[in-house]
């Protein structure tokens, strides 16, 4: 069983930055390919980015797209997403979830097997 948590939410302005964290259990993170989801009220979970085990590709919805960068220190299991220039359209619950060994580019929560809690990110106008 493989426990995520994140960290890093809060409330910030229109047009500032930040950085939420994802922190995994066991010593196969390598193995993972890791995803960042968000949620806002009312609305369906939605896609953000991912990191890919074997080759470290990314991926980003275009609504995030050349505002949010997604890394990855193994060496920590962790996965972070830089979320710069932000709105609040943004505002959500954001989610990490891995999935072990997957190399595919299809980025639906339904290939992802494990899931953290989530953080709040709320942007005011």
């Known amino acids: 069983q493989v426990q995520l948590v994140e960290s890093g939410g809060g409330l910030v302005q229109a047009g500032e930055s930040l950085r939420i964290s994802c922190t995994a259990s066991?010593?196969?993170?390598?193995?993972?390919?890791m995803g960042w989801f968000r949620q806002a009220p009312g609305k369906e979970r939605e896609f953000v980015a991912a990191?890919?085990?074997?080759?470290?590709?990314?991926y980003f919805a275009d609504s995030v797209k050349g505002r949010f960068t997604i890394s990855r220190d193994n060496a920590k299991n962790t996965v972070n997403l830089q979320m710069n220039n932000l709105t609040p359209e943004d505002t959500a619950v954001y989610c990490c979830?891995?999935?072990?060994?997957?190399?595919?580019?299809?980025?639906?929560?339904?290939?992802?097997?494990?899931w953290g809690q989530g953080t709040q990110v709320t942007v005011s106008s």
């Open positions: 990191s890919r085990w074997s080759d470290s590709y990314t």
């Open positions: 979830a891995a999935a072990p060994f997957y190399r595919g580019t299809d980025y639906s929560p339904r290939k992802f097997m494990y």
């Open positions: 066991g010593r196969t993170f390598n193995t993972y390919t």
